[in-house]
Each structure stands twice: as structure tokens, then as C-alpha cells.
């Protein structure tokens, strides 16, 4: 039985992840300030959890050396009291310094020093790319110049510096995996993919609501398939790349708002369409498919379904 130890466990795409390792028979040990908000009392019974805070080094090193693991998993970001990723680090810069560079720069060197080194795998993001105007066609892909307009995007370049660092001057074997916007059950706070999360809640409520939704394309991706990807790029046996882009599909909350209603007949929301003035840039993840085989689960339509199927079991 191979050995996880993974930061950032206990959120939103973290306790999906989680799930998704101890499925697969894995040992899971979960590292952070606290299970909540999103791991219950059944996952806390079949993981080890061990309290502590990334942003200081000592707490990250004990840690690591009792879990004694065979891989590491890096999710832990900053994430303030709730707002969304991108809005916490713009509100407290010093914080989101402190967890997703800081914390991340503890984790690497714990790792390092390790007798027997572990591999790692992390959470980058699309928010390292700017606006669709800097790229050819308004689309990104591994190579592409890094051009963040959030400080959240900047910690994330910054993170991926301190990677590619300690793989060429330590040796460490690391990858990056850059996430889409993430959707899905278990999405609890406010940010960009909120108003997503409210438009299925809306839906299962059969609440008569009118939703002004934007219509730019967002990269998107269903949160079980994010959850498999890092399960996929630890199975691995090949040797993997620095920097991967993760894609699911591109859509926009109208496109998502009229599939939710053609798979879930009894949503009873208006959909009024909105241009926001927002140009996200596209980005391909052909690369990680082509090299490691990794494909997804879910469309836009099936994933859908199923995060309707997920809130209906909540309600019941």
C-alpha cells in the first residue's frame, strides 16, 4: 500500500481528492490547521490526520517525517474566511505570500530532506495566464508566458519558480498540475465559481428565479475529475513533466444553466444572459493526455447530471 501525504485535504477539491485516494487503497494522511470545512467523521475514520499550519516550517517538517510517505500531495491555498481563492489573496496579500509561497517553499524543503525522498505533485493554476489578448488565438498551453491579473495568479507563478528550482538544484521530483476553474458538490465558498454553485443549488430547489449569468467561456472542469487526475499522475509510472495543463471543457454559466435544464427538467429558473466584459484565455491540455493517457469522466452535460444527482441526495 504506496504512502500520500497531502496539504490542503480538508477543502473543497482536497476532500474530493482525499476520497478519490482512499477508494483507490492508498494510506492518506491529511495535513492542515483543521477538517473543516469539508472532510466528514467517515473520512477522518479512514485517513490520519495531523494538525498544524503550513506557514510554519517546524509544524510542516514534523509532519512530513512521522508520515514518512512515499508521495506528496500539495493543495493547501490560501483561502481567507471564505471569499474564493483569487479575492482572499487580493484582501490579504501577506497571507496568501505566507500559505501558497511561503508554505509551499516549507513543504519542498521537508521533502528534500527527507532520506528517502518522496514524489510530489501540486496544485498550480490557469490564473497564471493573463487575458485571451496575450495568446495566439486566445489560447494558453504549458510554454506560454506567464502573465497573471490577480495577485492569487502571482503566488502561483512564484510557486511554480520555486518548483522548477528545487527539481533542477535538489533533485526533487516534482510536477505541477494547473487547475480550471473547479465546479462541483462540496463547493461551499464565494468567488468566481459561485455563482455556478448557486445556479444548481437554485435548480434543485425548483425555485421560480430569475439568474443574470455571464456569457464569456470559462475553462471549467467537474470536481471528480480533478480528484482523478492527481490520482492518475501519482499511478503513473512514467516520468513526468514539470508543468501540466488540466482541461476539461470551456463554458460559460449560460451554457451550464441551459444543459442543468435539459437534464433536470424540473428547474424552474430564467435564465437572462449577461455579458460581463471578461476575456478569459482558453488553454490546451492536450499534454498531459497525450503523455500520460489521462482522459476525464464528465462533459459538460454528464457532469451536470451528476452534481444535480449529488445535491438531490443531500435534500433527501
Known amino acids: 500500500m504506496s504512502a500520500i501525504f497531502i496539504t490542503g485535504g480538508s477543502g473543497f477539491v482536497g476532500a474530493h481528492v482525499v476520497r478519490a485516494f482512499v477508494r483507490e487503497g492508498w494510506a492518506v494522511t491529511v495535513f492542515g490547521p483543521s477538517p473543516e470545512p469539508c472532510l466528514t467523521q467517515k473520512d477522518l475514520s479512514e485517513i490520519t490526520f495531523l494538525p498544524g499550519s503550513i506557514a510554519e516550517a517546524g509544524s510542516v517538517a514534523d509532519a512530513i517525517n512521522t508520515a514518512n510517505p512515499d508521495f506528496v500531495l500539495g493543495l493547501a491555498a490560501y483561502g481567507g474566511t471564505g471569499d474564493g481563492l483569487l479575492a482572499s489573496a487580493a484582501k490579504n496579500e501577506s497571507s496568501a505570500l505566507a500559505v501558497n509561497v511561503q508554505g509551499f517553499h516549507h513543504l519542498l ?40 491579473d490577480s495577485f492569487y495568479g502571482l503566488t502561483k507563478v512564484l510557486a511554480e ?70 490520482v492518475h499522475a501519482a499511478k503513473y509510472a512514467g516520468l513526468l513533466d514539470p508543468i501540466y ?36 484565455s482558453l488553454v490546451n491540455g492536450d499534454k498531459l493526455r497525450l503523455e500520460t493517457g489521462f482522459t476525464p469522466d464528465f462533459n459538460l452535460e454528464t457532469a451536470c447530471k451528476d452534481y444535480v444527482q449529488e445535491l438531490r441526495k443531500i435534500e433527501k
Open 245 to 280: 495543463n488540466l482541461t476539461g471543457f470551456p463554458s460559460s454559466p449560460v451554457s451550464i444553466a441551459e444543459a442543468v435544464k435539459t437534464v433536470f427538467p424540473g428547474a424552474n429558473f430564467k435564465i437572462l444572459p449577461t455579458k460581463t466584459g471578461q476575456s478569459y
Open 161 to 230: 519558480d520555486l518548483a522548477n528550482f528545487f527539481r533542477e538544484k535538489h533533485k526533487l521530483e516534482i510536477t505541477g498540475i494547473r487547475l480550471p476553474l473547479v465546479f462541483g458538490p462540496g463547493l461551499w465558498y464565494k468567488g468566481v465559481a459561485n455563482q455556478i454553485r448557486e445556479l444548481f443549488e437554485i435548480a434543485v430547489q425548483g425555485l421560480p428565479t430569475e439568474l443574470e449569468l455571464a456569457t464569456e467561456p470559462v475553462e471549467l472542469m467537474y470536481v471528480k475529475d480533478v480528484a482523478k487526475a492527481f
Open 109 to 148: 524543503t521537508s521533502c528534500s530532506e527527507l532520506t528517502k525522498r518522496p514524489k510530489v505533485i501540486w496544485a498550480s493554476t490557469f490564473a497564471v495566464f493573463g487575458d485571451a489578448s496575450a495568446y495566439p488565438g486566445g489560447i494558453a498551453n504549458e510554454f506560454s508566458l506567464r502573465k497573471p
